[in-house]
C-alpha cells in the first residue's frame, strides 16, 4: 500500500514538473513571442486565408462569443447526421448499427461540450469513422474551445483598459496546432508501444486461458485515447473506458493518462501569471485549488484503502482494500486518486467503476463536479473559479465598505448578477433535473421505454438516488463519468440529459468572458493603500471560503439524501 501512496505523490509532482514549462510556453504562443513551433506559421498562415480570417482584426467580448458559439452549432449539426446514418457509412468493420435519434441527441451534444457521457458503449455503439470523425474531432475542438474563452479572459485581465478579447479563430487555431496536436503525437506514441491498438482492423477472436474464446474489439485508439485525456474529455475508445487492459494496458499508461489529463490545466495556470504579468496570483490561486484537491482526494484515498465495513463485520478480511469495480493491477490508492482527478478536472474517464466507491468516496466525486473550479477543465476550470472570485471580491467590498474592485476595475451590478445567475442556474440544472427524474421513478418504474423490466437502477435506496444525482451533476460540469448502476440510454435520460449538458457547458463560459469583456473595457483604477489585494493569501482563503459556503448551501439536501445518509446506513 505504501508504494500505491508513492505512485500518487509521484504522479502528482510529475504533473507539477511538466506543467510549469508547458505553462510558460502557453504563455508564449499566445503572447506572439518565439517558440519552437514557429515552423507552423505558414500553415497557419493558409488556414486563415482559406477560412478569410484575418488575424490582425480583434473581437469585443460580443464578437467573440458569437464566433465560438456559431461554430459549435454548425458542429452540432455535422455530428448528428453523421452518428444518426452511421451504420450506412464506411470504417464499419464490426457492422455497427445507426444510433436511435434520442441516442443520436445525447451523444453529439455530448461531446460538442467537453463532456463525453457515453450512453452507448464505446467499441459497439459507434463505428471508426464516427469514432475518429466525429468523437475524436469533437475531443480536439471543445478542448479548443475553452482554451480559447480562457485566453480571451486573459486579454482582458492582461490590458488596463480594452475591448480586444483577441481572434477567437487564431487563438481556437493555435490551440490545436501548437498545443493539443504535439502533445497528443507524443501520448499517442507511448501507448502504442504499450499496447494500446492503433489498426483499423475489426474484432479478434481470442482464447482466454480458461479455454473460453472471446470476440475483442479493436481499432485506431491510441490517438482518440491520448486526445481524451489531453483535452479533458474522457469518453472512452472502449465501454470500460480505461479500466479496459488495451484502453490502460500497465501501470507506466496508468500514470502517463492520469499526468496527461492534468497537465493542461495546471499549465494554464502557470500560463496566466506569465501571460498577465501577475505570477503570484496565479500561485495563489493554484494554491487554493491544490488544497481544494486535497480536501477531497485524502478522504477518498482513506475510504477506499480501508474497504467496506459491512465486510468487515463479517470477519471478512480486506487487506487489499476495496477491491469492488477496481482493477487488480492498478489498485484502490490509484483508483481513489484517479477518482478525484478525473471528477475535478472534468475529464470523467475511469479506471475503475464509480458506482462500486465507498459513500464518502462517491461524496468527494460528486462535491468535486459540483464546485467545478478546483483546476477544472481545459480552460473552462479557471473560468469557473473566475466566478467565485468576482462574487468574493463583492463581499469583501462589502465587508468593507467600498466599491469592489479587480485587477483595477470596477466590479459592478452588472458583473455581480452575471456571476450569481451562473451560480443559482447550475444549482437549478442539478437539483430540478434530479427532483424531476426522481418523481418518474416513483410514480413511473416500469415505464415502456425502461432499459431494465425493474425500472432505471440497479440499487434501490439511498444509492439509487445518488445514481440519478450523479448523473447531472456530472452533465451539468461536463464531467461524463458516471455511477453505472442507472440504465441511462433511454428516451428521458438522453434528452433530459442532454439538456443539461448544454446549459452547464454554455452558462459557465459566457459568463465569464462577458464580465471579463465589461471589466477590461472599464477606466482602469491604479492601485491605492485602500486597494483590496488579490494576489493574498488573505484573499485566496476568502475565495475558498465563497466556494465552500455556496456549495455547501445549494447542494446540502440532496447530498444528504444520497451519500451522507448511505455512508451513515453502513455504519
Known sequence: ?????????????????????????????????????????????????????????????????????????????????????????????????????????????????????????????????????????????????????LIALFNGLKQKTTTNLGNFWVIFTKTITRILLPLCLIMAVLLAFNGTPTSFDGKDTITTLQGDTVQVSRGPAAGMIAIKHLGTNGGGWFGANSAHPLENPNYFTNMLEIVSQTLIPVALLFAMGWYIRRKKFAYIVFGIMTVGMLVLLIPTVISEVHGNPEISRLGVSQATGAMEGKEVRIGPAASGYWSIITTIISTGSVNSMHDSSMPVSGLMQMLGMLINAFYGGDGVGFLNYYIYIIIAVFISGLMVGRTPEFMGHKVEAREVKIAALVTLLSAFVVKGFTALAAYYFVHHPNADWAVKPSGWLNNPGYHGFSEMLYQYTSCNANNGSGFEGLADNNPFWNITAGLALLAGRYLPMIGPVAIGGLLAGKKYIPESSGTLKVDSFTFGIMTFAVIIIITALSYFPPLILGPVAEYFSMH
Open 1 to 149: 500500500m505504501n508504494t500505491e501512496i508513492l505512485g500518487i505523490i509521484a504522479s502528482f509532482l510529475i504533473t507539477i514538473l511538466l506543467a510549469f514549462p508547458l505553462g510558460k510556453y502557453i504563455a508564449r504562443v499566445f503572447s506572439g513571442e518565439k517558440t519552437f513551433t514557429d515552423f507552423l506559421n505558414p500553415f497557419e498562415r493558409r488556414i486563415f486565408r482559406w477560412c478569410h480570417v484575418d488575424p490582425a482584426k480583434g473581437m469585443n467580448w460580443k464578437e467573440f462569443l458569437k464566433a465560438m458559439l456559431t461554430i459549435n452549432l454548425l458542429w452540432l449539426v455535422y455530428a448528428f447526421v453523421l452518428l444518426l446514418f452511421q451504420g450506412h457509412l464506411p470504417l464499419n468493420p464490426d457492422g455497427n448499427p445507426d444510433m436511435t435519434p434520442d441516442l443520436t441527441f445525447n451523444t453529439a451534444i455530448s461531446f460538442l461540450v467537453n463532456c463525453n457521457l457515453q450512453d452507448y458503449s464505446g467499441e459497439t455503439g459507434v463505428t471508426y469513422l464516427t469514432q475518429l470523425f466525429v468523437i475524436t474531432f469533437l475531443q480536439f475542438v471543445s478542448a479548443a474551445t475553452g482554451i480559447a474563452c
